[in-house]
């Protein structure tokens, strides 16, 4: 990414959250420590296929209404663009 190019949302969040991550590692090194210990414990006792499962079921019940949205902007994009031509030759 060059650096006039502006960062997207989704970059800010992730660096953010990164961003948050490490102050609170300096902070509280104890605390940052038990709850990676927390969280790896809890991936080694659930079973992958539930973390799978639950991860696919969840994006994929997102993407359903994320492309129809989708669909219907490009729809409107369409028929707009269509649209604009019609009316620039009925006023010449």
Same mark, same amino acid.
């Given at each position: 990414m060059s650096p006039d190019t502006p960062a997207k949302p989704l970059e800010d969040f992730v660096r953010d959250i990164l961003h948050e991550a490490e102050v609170t590692l300096r902070r509280e090194p104890a605390k940052a420590? *038990?709850?990676a210990f927390g969280i790896g414990l809890l991936f080694h006792v659930l079973p992958k296929r539930l973390?799978?499962?639950?991860?696919?079921t969840? *994006?994929?019940t +997102? +993407?359903?209404p994320a +492309?129809?949205?989708f669909g219907i902007?490009? *729809?409107?994009? +369409?028929?707009?663009?269509?649209?604009?031509p019609e009316a620039h030759s009925s006023h010449e």
């Open positions: 420590v *038990a709850m973390i799978v499962s639950t991860a696919t969840t *994006a994929l +997102l +993407l359903k +492309l129809l949205t902007v490009k *729809a409107a994009e +369409l028929v707009l663009s269509q649209s604009k």
